[in-house]
């Protein structure tokens, strides 16, 4: 923005102010001289450049803002953006020439108004701009007009709704028909941004009509405007195959642009509609117009090829078949950067096939013999990639990765035993014969992988290995030095050695069992230790199956991506998000327009279904039910359980239990009630990588839900958030779901504590609790069942007589009798167990051998349910049931035969 002096050059600005400068600043501010106040302003402006605060002399920078010189107010207008948030009272006394400005006859100065007031921050001026901004949204100018749009955008980014309210939104759209490609192409690119913030509203809906506006515009507008104008069109579906073809006809001709970012913009269009071409022989030819244009974006800088290079890794993940013929180019020359090598080594080896795999191996031999590490590193590991991945070539990739051992470089041999491993693995019983070349470089690792590696190896094959004690032995002189990965791996390959051959190996297990546990204090290597322990004193058998259990083979789709990711990355070809290949909610902080915080994630989910009723709120009095979740699920409405009436007074002179019942009731137990063992209740199939394990627990007197949270795919999940539907007992979350960013194949334990006074809706089972858990990747539904016995208060006990009164009251006809299987036939010790999870003795007695124990419980809800149970010395007991809400009774007889039967830690 600032125009250097014909003259002289402008670096002396920025020569060590003196003292007594801001005065001069000051007087010369208010000179009549235009030459001395622009040079006093260039003054101020490099002191602001490099950080110095120049704020006092807004005042008098101000008062240049009147002039008909159009560098002095540029300087001025720049100023005015830079200070304006600190000097808002004073800012708005610019706005009458901003006013002044938009309607001058120089489009320049019209253009140069509108940007600044977009660029102002400040509240106060917002609205002084909109009549201003609407007039050069209709300039005569297209300089003018394209300046105004991105304006809107800016605007839009301080008051969302001050843009919608005011019509700017639709001003935009009206631009897409304009003359002027520039102009289309900046109101392509602020509705795109002004979309992306709309928290869910479709501002910028495209059409055909539109569409094919836009790419009548691609041709004639500039290289970024087509860029932008792409982007958008990548978010197009096409209505039939007749404009999906036209579409790919029209956008084509862009990949012959000589911008790289044209080119891979025009490459993401093309993907995505070269999926849904019907004509697979128009399908094929598109295709191969698409190889071209990428190979000679190898042919740019070394930073323009290492983009390219990770963008073409995505696309050959998805269509190989785009650049199979052009396999050479990939080879890597001895002038790229290590970086571009790397990333050609990878397009290599996802490109082999058995078609190219001899001129592959041939390429990757030479490479390993080249003098930098890192690349050899990955040269090495390369043929391993191309033995899991091309069967019909593991045996030349086992011979060529022996060739390299006997090279005896240290590096290059402790890659190639970690390769080999991995070719163990998927080849199983194949190449074993080659396991004592592999023990004559025991001496030579030094590396925690290598080591681990060659540990695994011998563990593995210790039945053929004649000499596995001794080598294993010469590992365990390091133990507590190396690595966890290296004392894991030896902890269980020893472990292997003993299951296999137990003669003569006893004491070298010990040895390592009595290192792991009581030497090392890392947590994982010492339970790992006290598991083999328990399970070779206890049960060796089961340590066989557990330790010597088949391993799953491996195959070259663990290098891939997981097709989710893949799919929403080719969604972002030319961006940062196809560089990191991660997605761009994994970088890239969520902003929301005229806000500072990041919302809920929950929160406003469903702000515009109208039909939701605020947390808390009663069901539909309709008959209707709500869908909190979204479900798309009808299910039954029913009217809230009825609360427990209050217990009337005992009949005089009606008794029924003995009056020689001793006692009130007992209290619990302390501490938590039964939990029953986690049960699955999202798999990762279901949930993109998420898998949701969990149970239901009573602990210090509320329900909560224990669960692990495991990411089972390739990418890391945050945000985590967590929501219920309407449920027969009001459970709901009492606080946030506490998880933090989950790396892949991560797991994490966490406890959350519910409510019980949320919505009630009846469900059909009562205790049927339907979930949304919400991630960065997307939102997932399943459903649980509650056991009723972590919803037992603490408050069930009653009192004798009020026990008497109930069970009176409910009659014989709400009552259910079934028998059941007890643990144990001792009355305390069956007592103890269901006073532990709040089911209250009111009194008992013993009849004929058999016992009679009368009990109580209520729920958080207040429904009272009462149980007369009977034990006997020998055989199975029984239980009678009744509640003053029936619907419950079958669920109170599924708690006691949970708590009661089997076994005795239920």
């Not at 390299?404 to 035993?417: C, D, F, S």
């Not at 898998?691 to 909560?704: L, M, W």
Request: glycine fraction near 4%.
């Amino acid at each position: 923005l600032v125009c250097t002096s014909s003259k002289m050059s402008d670096s002396k600005y920025f020569a060590t102010s003196k003292k007594g400068e801001v005065f001069e600043l000051k007087q010369a501010l208010s000179s009549a001289k235009k030459a001395e106040k622009r040079d006093a302003i260039k003054k101020i402006i490099a002191n602001m450049t490099v950080g110095k605060d120049v704020s006092n002399l807004f005042s008098d920078v101000i008062n240049c803002i009147q002039t008909d010189n159009l560098e002095l107010k540029k300087l001025v207008y720049l100023y005015l953006m830079n200070y304006a948030k600190t000097q808002p009272d004073m800012a708005i006394m610019a706005v009458n020439t901003f006013v002044k400005d938009c309607v001058d006859p120089n489009p320049l100065i019209r253009a140069l108004a509108v940007r600044t007031m977009g660029c102002i921050r400040v509240d106060k001026i917002t609205g002084y701009l909109c009549d201003p901004l609407r007039k050069c949204l209709k300039d005569e100018d297209p300089y003018v007009r394209k300046t105004a749009a991105v304006c809107v955008a800016k605007l839009y980014d301080i008051d969302p709704s001050l843009v919608e309210d005011q019509g700017f939104v639709e001003a935009l759209q009206d631009l897409l028909s304009d003359a002027n490609p520039m102009v289309v192409a900046n109101a392509v690119a602020a509705l795109a941004e002004i979309n992306e913030y709309s928290q869910g509203k479709n501002l910028f809906d495209l059409n055909p009509g539109t569409v094919s506006k836009l790419l009548t515009a691609l041709n004639e507008c500039t290289e970024w405007g087509q860029v932008f104008i792409l982007d958008s069109l990548s978010l197009y579906s096409p209505k039939d195959q007749r404009e999906l073809q036209s579409m790919c006809e029209r956008v084509s001709p862009r990949l012959q642009h000589v911008n790289a970012a044209v080119v891979l913009s025009s490459v993401k269009v093309l993907m995505r509609l070269i999926d849904r071409l019907d004509d697979a022989e128009y399908r094929d030819a598109l295709l191969r117009k698409l190889a071209p244009p990428l190979v000679t974006l190898l042919s740019s800088e070394p930073e323009v090829q290492f983009v390219a290079l990770r963008n073409i890794n995505l696309i050959v993940q998805r269509r190989p078949e785009i650049l199979a013929h052009h396999m050479k180019v990939f080879f890597v020359k001895y002038n790229d950067p290590i970086y571009v090598k790397l990333e050609k080594l990878d397009v290599l080896i996802r490109l082999a096939a058995d078609s190219n795999i001899q001129q592959v191996l041939s390429e990757l031999k030479e490479y390993a013999t080249e003098v930098d590490v890192d690349f050899v590193r990955k040269s090495v590991r390369a043929i391993g990639r191309c033995a899991i991945k091309v069967e019909t070539s593991a045996q030349r990739c086992v011979e060529t990765l022996l060739e390299l051992i006997q090279t005896k470089v240290n590096y290059v041999v402790q890659e190639a035993i970690v390769v080999i491993k991995d070719i163990f693995r998927k080849y199983p019983n194949q190449y074993e014969g080659i396991i004592a070349t592999l023990c004559e470089n025991l001496d030579s690792l030094d590396e925690p992988e290598a080591k681990a590696a060659m540990i695994w190896i011998v563990g593995e094959y210790a039945e053929r290995i004649d000499n596995a004690d001794e080598l294993l032995d010469s590992f365990l002189e390091t133990f507590l030095d190396d690595p966890l990965q290296v004392q894991l791996q030896l902890l269980t390959g020893i472990v292997k050695l003993f299951l296999k051959r137990p003669t003569g190996t006893q004491a070298l297990v010990q040895k390592v069992l009595a290192l792991a546990t009581q030497e090392s204090d890392n947590p994982d290597l010492r339970d790992r230790g006290y598991i083999y322990w328990r399970l070779l004193l206890t049960d060796p058998a089961a340590a066989k199956a557990v330790v010597l259990c088949d391993k799953p083979l491996i195959s070259e789709q663990t290098d891939l991506l997981e097709p989710s990711l893949l799919d929403e990355l080719l969604c972002h070809l030319s961006s940062l998000a196809s560089v990191y290949h991660k997605p761009p909610s994994s970088f890239v902080e969520v902003r929301v327009p005229g806000r500072r915080a990041i919302p809920n994630p929950l929160a406003d989910e469903d702000d515009d279904d109208q039909d939701t009723p605020a947390p808390g709120a009663a069901p539909s009095a309709t008959g209707g039910t709500i869908d909190l979740l979204g479900l798309g699920t009808a299910l039954p409405s029913a009217p809230a359980p009825a609360p427990a009436h209050a217990a009337p007074a005992a009949a005089a002179g009606i008794s029924l239990l003995p009056a020689d019942l001793m006692g009130g009731p007992s209290r619990p137990l302390g501490g938590a009630g039964y939990a029953k063992p986690k049960e699955m209740w999202l798999p990762s199939g279901k949930g993109k990588g998420l898998e949701i394990t969990g149970t239901f627990v009573r602990r210090q007197g509320a329900v909560f839900i224990d669960m692990t949270f495991a990411n089972r795919s390739l990418q890391a999940m945050g945000d985590f958030a967590i929501q219920f539907n309407k449920n027969s007992f009001g459970i709901v979350p009492a606080s946030a779901l506490a998880i933090p960013t989950l790396a892949p194949n991560s797991v994490f334990d966490c406890s959350l504590p519910c409510g019980t006074n949320g919505a009630v809706q009846k469900m059909d089972p009562l205790g049927k609790l339907q979930v949304a858990v919400k991630n960065s990747v997307d939102v997932h539904y399943f459903s649980c069942t509650i056991p009723y016995h972590v919803l037992f208060t603490e408050e069930g006990g009653l009192e004798k007589s009020d026990y008497l009164s109930i069970w009176k009251d409910l009659g014989d006809s709400s009552e259910s009798i079934q028998p059941i299987a007890l643990f144990s036939n001792s009355a305390d010790a069956v007592l103890a167990k269901l006073s532990a999870n709040n089911v209250f003795t009111i009194a008992r007695r013993t009849v004929n051998d058999q016992e009679m124990v009368y009990l109580s419980l209520k729920f958080t809800n207040n429904i009272v349910a009462l149980a007369e149970l009977t034990i006997r010395a020998a055989g199975p007991g029984q239980v009678a049931v009744r509640a003053n809400v029936p619907d419950v009774v079958s669920g109170v007889h599924e708690v006691f035969a949970l708590l009661l039967a089997g076994a005795s830690d239920a």
